[in-house]
């Protein structure tokens, strides 16, 4: 079996690192910074004892974060220690160029006509885009997520209950410690744009569904699904609890675009069809996505293949095909297919 290649970094993936480590200072220095308004995680607290100290505050956003990946080193894995500390490091770079080289933080708060709402939600915007763009790099840009996987076991905490403790803890030490109870609002409203940024980037702004539809009719619902949605669909065996009856679960994935159209068909078919609609964050694996005229192809190629080899009993018995259901495309009343001994996968 060939050795996985878990560890590659590519140099394109450097590049995604340093871009985001500059679109994060852009987000903290242009918007947030001169404005007063927190960032959440070790940046808000960058930003806090920046404005406590007069230290600049790449100082802290380097200083505070990088123990933080040190510690975690054996736990995280050297891959996304190094990608983490890139992004941090260029975070930290051009944090002081924006602010004591360009000084562009004034020049930016004053060409918003220093309203602090706007500074509040673009740098949640910005600086959520350069946080997502860590992440789907295999990386995280701030130390508290890494304190969170740490310590959150320990203290009988989830990640995200101890993530979001912090905050609260870190925007309300900064009400009181600059004396404005204005700033933990809009470090709120900065922090819950950011959150949803982040999950535009890492997500996609097309989430995918997953529909099971438990039915009496699925080789109806099933054609019509490909034939007008252009979709692949799964069916498994099921059997209910209380009537102990054999019904068929379809399982199939669309986009929100689809959904209108997919309740329709099986209204239309099955009127007493169970549909749930539950959204999915991500799809690993290869999958039909649409059905064409390719896949026609491929599918009628794998039958004659399979066909027309011939194989010993004994082979057989060793290795049986997989069966593997697929959407009828010409025969209405085929729903499978024997792919050959190769075991090519077609969906």
């Known amino acids: 079996m ?99 080289v360009l000084k562009l933080d004034e020049k930016m708060f004053a060409l918003l006509g220093n309203d602090i709402f706007l500074c509040a939600v673009f740098g949640g915007i910005v600086s959520g885009i350069g946080s997502g763009l860590t992440i789907k790099m295999n990386g995280a840009i701030d130390g508290v997520e890494v304190l969170a996987v740490l310590f959150a076991k320990k203290l009988s905490l989830s990640v995200g209950i101890f993530v979001m403790a912090y905050n609260v803890i870190l925007f309300g030490a900064a009400c009181f410690l600059l004396g404005d109870f204005v700033i933990g609002l809009y470090s709120i409203v900065s922090y819950a744009v950011g959150l949803k940024a982040v999950d535009f980037i890492v997500e996609g702004f097309d989430k995918a569904k997953g529909c099971i539809i438990i039915t009496d009719k699925e080789k109806q619902i099933a054609k019509e699904i490909s034939s007008r949605i252009g979709r692949s669909v799964t069916l498994l065996e099921s059997k209910g609890y209380y009537s102990n009856k054999q ?84 025969e209405p009343n085929e729903l499978s297919v024997k792919p050959s001994d190769n075991n090519e996968n077609i969906d």
């Open 247 to 330: 019904k068929t679960m379809m399982y199939c994935v669309v986009n929100r675009f689809e959904i209108a159209r997919l309740k329709t068909i099986v209204e239309s078919i099955d009127s007493g069809a169970f549909v749930t609609i539950n959204e999915i964050s991500e799809i690993i694996g290869t999958r039909a996505k649409y059905i064409t005229v390719e896949t026609k192809k491929t599918v009628k190629r794998s039958k004659t293949a399979s066909a027309r080899k011939k194989t010993s009993s004994s082979a057989t018995a060793k290795n049986p095909p997989n069966i593997i259901e697929i959407l009828p495309l010409n």
């Open 2 to 100: 060939a050795k996985l290649q878990t560890t590659k970094i590519y140099w394109w993936q450097i590049l995604t690192l340093v871009f985001a480590g500059v679109i994060n200072a852009v987000g903290v220095i242009l918007f947030l910074y001169p404005a007063n308004v927190l960032d959440g995680g070790i940046s808000g607290l960058s930003i806090l004892l920046a404005k406590l100290t007069n230290v600049n505050i790449a100082v802290f956003i380097f200083g505070i974060n990088i123990p933080f990946f040190l510690l975690g080193w054996k736990k995280l894995g050297w891959k996304f220690v190094l990608c983490s500390v890139t992004a941090i490091a260029f975070y930290a770079i051009f944090s002081f160029v924006f602010q004591y």
